[in-house]
Structures are given as C-alpha cells and as structure tokens.
C-alpha cells in the first residue's frame, strides 16, 4: 500500500492510502474521499474574514454558527434555531447584506424595528406576521448585536438597545376548551389518544412534554410523575388520576430501561422530533396530527389544538388555588432567591389536581 498524493494550489495534498496493483482506481478513490472531506470541511467552516471588512450578511452567518453549534449541543432546540435564522435573515435582507458591519448605526436599527413593527407580510405563510413574531424577531436582533459585541465584532453597542424589543402587545387570548367539547372529544378518541388527553389534562403536558417523558420519572408505587419540564427544566410533580395511571400501565413502555421513553411512534421514533435535512427544518408531531383528526371527526372547532388541553386545565386549576397555577405549570418562581430557600407545596398542587378532575366525566363508567 502507498499514500496517495497530489499538489493542489501549490501545496502537496496526501488524501489516503492507495494500493500498487491498481494504483488508477485507488488513486482516483482517494483523491474523491479527499474532495469530499473538503467539501464538508468547508461547510462546518467558520467565515474567515477581518473584522474591518465584516459585512452585516456575514455577521448574520457568525451568529447563526454560533447558535447551530449551541444546537449541537443540546442547548437550544431546533424549532429555537429555526426561529433565529428566520429573524436574522430578515434582518439581514431588510437592511442590505453588503452593509459593512461598522456602518450599522442606531438610525439602521430604528429604521428596522419601525418596518417590524408595521407588521409585514411574512413570505412563508403570506400573511401579517403577529405582535408576539415581531417582538420575538426584535428579541433575537437584540441578542445578536450584544453577542457581536461580546465577541469584539461591534465596538460599542447602539444607544437604542436597552428597550428596543419593548413593545405593547395585545392581551393573549386563552384558547380553551369547554368541557362539553372535552368529554366529545375524549369519548370518539382512539384510546391512545385518550392517554395522551389523560397526559393534557391532568399533567398540563403538551406534546414535546408526553414526548420526552421517560420511565424513571413515572413513580407507579406513588401514582406521580416528577421530572423536569422539558422546555424549562423546571422541577414539577404531578399526582395521577386513577384513569391516568390505568391508561399509562396499558398504553405505556414501562417495562423498558429507566430513561427509556415511555412512548414512540409505530414506527421506533420520538412522538414529536424536530431535525435539519439540507439545513431545512423539519417538524413531525404525532400527537398533533392525531388530535387533529379528532376535531375534524368530531366536528369540533378546530382553531385549538391539543396544547389547548393544557390552557383548559391551567384555568381550571387557576380558579380552584390560584397559589398552585405555576407549579402546575411548571413556570419558574416568581423571585430569583425563593427558589433557594423555599421549598415548594406540593400537597397543595396535589389537592387542586384532584379537584381538577372532576368536571370532566370522560365515560359514563370511567371517572378519574
């Protein structure tokens, strides 16, 4: 065996091993393997360019480095990062990509969050964009210019900054359900969509939380779920209905290994994932698009989905203790310092669960 080697832009270049008796062959395949090695380098490459020269279309592209290697990570999600490359590339083509990055002033920010705040029309779904799109676009521009700054990309930061993604947005509209719809919708389920509804109602979970979780955070011996919610890693405890435990021994893959899901698709996969093919975002939600059916069958307004199961009991809970509406939740607590010192009611949450269960006669023999 040899090493294949060529001279490439002056530079000798060895790409693999080569073998004498068909040195052609061999050596035509090393020298693929090789580009090919190239071309992937080339694209995990970070943009090489000096700082003076940097344009706003390539501070844009560090930034979305940036961020996908934090993806990599495990530190963002990617419906996070899609969101991102989204609002940068706005950003991006509103204000010209060949602006050099050191021109980029307070006016060229002002001039940007005026046209966000006119709320265009979006060219992926051909409508206005909403009040929370346009602050959470001025949100991750804020972001961007303070991680330039950090990384010594931006010399100061604009005057502006401090407030820019303030805005007055409209009071959100809690989408419930009633609990006529709820006990419609429940008794044409099929009965693996009822455990999820199950899941909805007496967890608040939405689909990435029945998703994600795992054996060792179901304790049968205790009808509990503790875990941490999967969008916040806040701790929560749930105390379980009897239906909700019945349903969860029958439809749920208790017996695999502790952080095994306790549920997958027909076919092995994760309930809901999301995934980047040729750097396009993709999303496949099982729960949502079984639910779905469900209110086309039902004939069930479909301007809800099944995270509505989630905003239904959250107002339930509200009106019975209000005190206990964020634990259930799973939002953090208000004050930074309490969390240290003060340990949370669970008790209190558990008996609101078990309030909760009763306006909902889901079977005329099933009762949570």
């Known amino acids: 065996m040899g090493v294949g080697h060529k001279q490439i832009d002056g530079k000798m270049r060895y790409f693999g091993s080569v073998n004498p008796k068909s040195v052609n062959r061999s050596y035509k395949d090393a020298e693929l393997r090789y580009f090919e090695f190239l071309a992937e380098r080339e694209v995990k490459l970070p943009v090489e360019i000096k700082v003076a020269k940097l344009t706003v279309e390539d501070f844009g592209e560090k930034y979305l480095q940036s961020c996908f290697t934090r993806y990599e990570r495990g530190e963002i999600s990617a419906t996070w990062l899609e969101k991102i490359r989204i609002s940068v590339c706005h950003f991006v083509d509103y204000l010209q990509t060949d602006l050099p990055l050191s021109k980029l002033n307070e006016m060229h920010l002002d001039d940007y969050r005026n046209y966000t705040l006119s709320l265009p029309i979006s060219a992926?779904?051909?409508?206005?964009?909403?009040?929370?799109?346009?602050?959470?676009r001025l949100d991750i521009v804020k972001l961007m210019?303070?991680?330039g700054y950090q990384m010594a990309l931006i010399e100061t930061l604009p005057r502006n900054l401090d407030g820019y993604a303030k805005i007055t947005?409209?009071?959100?509209?809690v989408n419930r359900f009633s609990r006529e719809e709820i006990n419609t919708l429940y008794s044409a389920a099929s009965e693996r969509t009822k455990m999820f509804m199950?899941?909805?109602l007496n967890c608040?979970?939405?689909?990435?939380?029945?998703?994600?979780?795992?054996?060792?955070?179901?304790?049968?011996?205790?009808?509990?779920i503790v875990r941490k919610r999967t969008k916040t890693g806040i701790h929560c405890e749930f105390a379980l209905w009897p239906l909700t435990v019945e349903m969860l021994k029958i439809h749920g893959n208790l017996d695999g290994k502790p952080n095994d899901r306790v549920f997958l698709s027909k076919s092995g996969h994760p309930l809901v994932r999301e995934y980047f093919v040729d750097d396009k975002f993709k999303r496949t939600d099982a729960i949502r698009s079984a639910f779905f059916r469900l209110m086309k069958k039902t004939k069930v307004p479909n301007h809800r989905g099944f995270y509505s199961l989630r905003k239904?009991?959250?107002?339930?809970?509200?009106?019975i203790d209000d005190s206990t509406t964020s634990m259930f939740l799973g939002h953090s607590e208000k004050g930074l310092m309490k969390r240290h010192y003060a340990e949370r009611d669970w008790a209190r949450l558990d008996m609101a669960i078990t309030e909760l269960s009763q306006p909902f006669v889901f079977d005329s023999n099933e009762c949570p």
Do not use: F, Y
């Open 124 to 136: 992926a779904t051909d409508k206005s964009i909403s009040p929370w799109t346009a602050k959470s």
């Open 145 to 147: 210019i303070k991680w």
């Open 169 to 173: 947005i409209p009071e959100p509209t």
């Open 198 to 200: 199950l899941l909805g």
């Open 204 to 224: 608040g979970m939405g689909q990435t939380d029945i998703s994600s979780l795992r054996n060792s955070e179901i304790q049968m011996s205790e009808n509990r």
């Open 312 to 319: 239904t009991a959250a107002s339930e809970v509200e009106k």
